[in-house]
Structures are given as C-alpha cells and as structure tokens.
C-alpha cells in the first residue's frame, strides 16, 4: 500500500461567511432529523419521502457517514454513505437492495468502498457550493479511513426529455460525457472528480426522470494503490453497558407511597451497581389495585389505574436523575387523548427526558377484558449508551418490530412480560431468544412473580427474567449472558459488549442482518397511513381469565 506524505486537511466542520448568514457542514444527528426530511421534500418533489425512521437508521447505522449543510441553522443540504466490500458495489442491484430498503442497515465496516446513497441540495440555496463541501467531506471520510474509493448511482434526469434521441440511457451517458446533451446533475459530477463506469438499470423506479435508470460513478482514493480487493477488520474493541432486570415479586402495598418505595429499592441496588438500565416488569403498577377497598372489574381497574399516570412518569423520572440510570418502567394502563386504553411503558433516561413506547398487539385476553388497544409507532429511543428499543411482552413474538428497531439501530432491546403459566413465558422467552439471533442484539426479559390478592387477573405469575445474546464465539456459551432463578424476586445484572455486536454484524460466524436478501423481500411500515384509531374486535378470550400470557 502506497500512500502520498500528506493529506488533504478533512473539511469535518467548517464555517464561513455567506453574506449576513453563516454556513455549517458537520456530520449528522438525531436531531437534525425533521430537518432532513423537510429538505428532501423539497429538493424531491417527485420522489417518494422519506420515513423519518429511514432518516433515524441512517444516522444511526454509520453516524461518521453522514454530513448536513446548515445555513442559519436550516438544513440545507445531507448526504448519507456507508462502507461496503467490492463485490457488493460493483454487483448489478438497486437503490432499495444497496441501501437496505432506505435505512442504510447495509452497512460493512469491513467494506472498503464507501458507497452514497443519497444527496440532496436545497433547490433555494444557489452559489454556496453546498453539493461540493459535502463531497469533500465524503472524500475526506474515505482518506481518514483509507478506503479504495468511491461509489454511488447517480441521477440523470434529463434522460426522460431526451429518450426519443437516443438508443438508449448509455448512448445518453455518451453524448453528456461527449458534451452533445446537457444533464446538471451528471455534469456536476463529472467535474467533481468521479468517474461514469456503467449504467445501473432500474435503480430507482420510481425516479421517472430518468426512466429508472442510474450511472454508476467512481471515485478512487489517489491514496490508495490495490492490485486486489482487501477485507477491511473490526478490533474486537469494548464498549461495555450494565444492564439490570428487575424480577419483581407482586405484593399488596397500603398505599402509592410503599408501592413507590418498592420501585425505588432495585433503582437503589441497580444504581449502586452502577448499571446504565433497569428494566421492570409489563403491568408492574398492578400492585397499586391492591390497596382499593373492594375488588374491581377489569374496566374499573384500568380507569382506576390510568388515574396515577402522571404521577407515576414524574416520579420515575426524578429516580433516574438522582440516581443516574435510565429506567425502563415496565408498562402501565393510559387513557390516551382519544379515550382508548393503552399499554404503555415509559422510558426514563437519566438526562430528564420521559419516552413512551405503546404495545402493539394487545392479547386476546387484555382486548377482551380491558379493552386495550394497540398502538401503532415503534421506534429506536435514544440513550447516552446508543440507541434502544422496546416490546412489551406478546410483540416479541412477532419478528417485524424486532427487525425495524435494528434497522434503525437497536443494539439492545427490553422486554417487559407478565405471564401467568410456563407455556406463556417460554413464548417470550424463545421468541426474545430468536430475536437476539435474527437482528444480532442483546434483549433483555423482566418478568413479575406470585400474586395480587383482590386483583382480578394477578392470581398467578410465572417469570424467569434473563439477559439474552446471540449465539456465536464472543457470546455467552447458551447465548444467555445471565438469567434469574424461577418465581423468585430478585436483580440480575450483565456487563454485555456492544462492540461484540459489531464484529459478529461483520465477521460473525453467521451473518443474519447483512445476509438478507434485499432483493427478494422487505418490510414496509405504515407511518402515515389512517389505521391509527381504528377499533379492534372484542372477541372471546383465547385463554384462562389473565390479562398476559405471552
């Protein structure tokens, strides 16, 4: 490997004057992310939007790959990248198979291309040279990583206009290279540098502009001189979380007060331990019915614990503050604003902020009994420790949730259950174990045990809480990293890597997320469509009068 002595300096974040406005090109945030969306509609108004959870896992899949232009603090301009090994760039495919359905989920750290996937510019904001800074921004990405070089599908709209001139999209690519059409977007990058090597047929179908089609272009690292591809290796680095699942024992309490005391025991252990999460069980709030003067029907209850919802957000809070850890508060009956029933867990970060994460399929028994509904979001939350995700209990049995958390950039995902028999709890338990395996992740189970005297639906509660991973050489040798004993109240605690992760992601003995096949199937999730609100059937339960079940 040959390189020059000196560099070009990288333009990581500059900023100059632009009349009375200042300029800002620095890499991507989660906050940056309705920004983005907005600029896209924008500088695309014939092409599909994005999701803001495609936005999210592009960020979060390889932050160092993605760079916005703000001018007077809009954003203006964003470009997203990722590295990819040679043989997957320079195979035929298209935009939705190479991006990994638009989240950059593709993402290689053993590639040593980097492959862009999207560029836009403000059309408003002229003469600031926004689509060059964030070229050389990727360029100096690819230098600081001594990659080979360059790669993405380029645009050529005004191919649509001239389709009847010529014989086809490469006849065109010709005569714009020839100088004999003219295409704005093909010319600007020409002249930065890169290289037409090829037409990628039906790359993006839905850009009609250009009749689906894309140019291939290159750019190599002057650099870098390889004669043959090279595998680029992750060091097997650490980058270690604490994470404690609270078994709790269900118990009757004379008031919110000792109820609250309970709660604040483990957040005290957990704490002491210097554990980053805890994590409680689904419904764990139940206890609060057991104080009530005479047994109410399972519609009384959940008004009658909807009552203590804000109280209960504020108080978790302020635990996770004064005590420095990121509380995952099990779940708790809310009236929403729209009057129905649903199944919440908040999640309280030791930063302040409260986020709420609603179960997605309600059981038979809990559509029947309390007639909770399901809600209809699930996203990565995010944390001083990467981001996270949440299911509560039966949605760990379907694989598609799990999937999008990961595509957005899960590493960890929390299960808070309540089950009452030993057949519910090994559906969670052999699903959350597949799921850790699928999406190469860590997930996390707290479950209750024994029983609510005087509260419907508690009369029995069977848990096993457990640390899952997945299963190959740097994990725990059954994949569990630690698990509680039966029925038992008890805290269990983990160290678990998230840079273990990385490398089986990459170098794993199997490889789950970059092996799927991109090309034959994918999940498409529904964030603006009109289901939200929509009435579920209160059929007959399918089991034994328990609100859980797995």
């Known amino acids: 490997m040959a390189k020059a002595p000196k560099k070009r300096p990288s333009a990581r974040v500059s900023g100059e004057k632009v009349g009375k406005a200042r300029l800002l090109v620095r890499q991507a945030m989660i906050k940056d992310i309705r920004g983005i969306a907005a600029l896209v509609r924008r500088a695309y108004d014939d092409l599909p939007a994005y999701k ?25 301009g964003y470009c997203a990248s990722m590295q990819l090994p040679e043989p997957v760039v320079f195979a035929p495919h298209d935009w939705d198979e190479i991006s990994g359905n638009g989240y950059g989920s593709r993402h290689d750290p053993t590639g040593d291309w980097l492959y862009g996937y999207e560029m836009c510019v403000d059309p408003k904001v002229r003469g600031v040279r926004i689509g060059r800074r964030l070229y050389e921004e990727r360029r100096a990405l690819a230098e600081e990583r001594e990659l080979t070089g360059i790669v993405f599908g380029g645009r050529m709209p005004n191919y649509r206009r001239h389709q009847r001139k010529v014989e086809g999209p490469q006849d065109y690519l010709d005569q714009v290279i020839a100088g004999k059409i003219h295409d704005p977007v093909l010319r600007f990058q020409l002249a930065n540098g890169f290289e037409a090597v090829g ?52 118990r009757a309490v004379k008031d919110y007060d000792e109820f609250l005391r309970a709660i604040r025991y483990f957040i005290d252990v957990a704490s002491d331990y210097e554990a980053d999460f805890i994590v409680f069980p689904e419904l764990f709030t139940l206890m609060l019915l057991s104080f009530e003067e005479k047994e109410l029907s399972p519609m009384e209850a959940i008004e009658r614990l909807s009552e203590y919802t804000p109280r209960l957000k504020t108080d978790i809070s302020d635990f996770a503050m004064r005590y420095n850890i990121n509380i995952i508060a099990g779940s708790h009956p809310t009236r929403m604003d729209d009057g129905d029933i649903h199944n919440v867990a908040y999640i309280c970060l030791r930063d302040g902020s409260v986020h709420e994460q609603e179960k997605i399929h309600p059981t038979p028994n809990e559509r029947y009994w309390w007639n909770i509904r399901g809600g209809d979001k699930i996203n990565v939350i995010q944390t001083d420790c990467g981001p996270i995700g949440v299911q ?96 038992v109240e008890t805290l269990t605690i983990s160290d678990v890597n998230l840079a273990d992760l990385s490398w089986a992601r990459a170098e794993g003995t199997v490889r789950n997320l970059a092996d799927r096949r991109f090309d034959l199937y994918r999940i498409e999730w529904d964030e603006d469509g009109d289901h939200a609100g929509k009435p579920r059937p209160r059929t007959e339960p399918l089991g034994p009068h328990s609100v859980g079940g797995g």
Request: charged share 25%; proline share 6%; with cysteine.
């Open 52 to 76: 803001q959870s495609e936005i999210r896992g592009q960020i979060n899949n390889f932050p160092e790959g993605c760079f916005v232009a703000l001018l007077d603090e809009e954003v203006v």
């Open 199 to 250: 037409i990628l047929e039906g790359y993006l179908p839905e850009d009609k502009r250009s009749a689906g089609n894309a140019v291939k272009m290159v750019w190599r690292n002057p650099y870098i001189e390889r004669d043959t591809p090279v595998k680029m290796r992750i060091p097997r680095g650490v980058e270690s979380v604490r994470v404690a699942t609270c078994q709790l024992q269900a």
């Open 392 to 487: 509560i209990c039966y949605d760990s049995e379907f694989p598609e949730l799990s999937r999008k958390l990961a595509d957005e950039g899960a590493r960890i995902i929390f299960v808070p259950f309540c089950t009452d028999s030993r057949q519910g709890y090994l559906r969670v338990r052999y699903c959350s174990q597949a799921r850790a395996i699928e999406n190469q992740c860590f997930v996390v189970l707290s479950g209750n045990v024994g029983n609510l005297p005087n509260v419907a639906n508690m009369d029995i509660q069977y848990a096993q809480s457990c640390i899952l991973t997945p299963c190959d050489f740097p994990f725990a040798r059954d994949g569990i990293a630690a698990e509680a004993t039966e029925n």
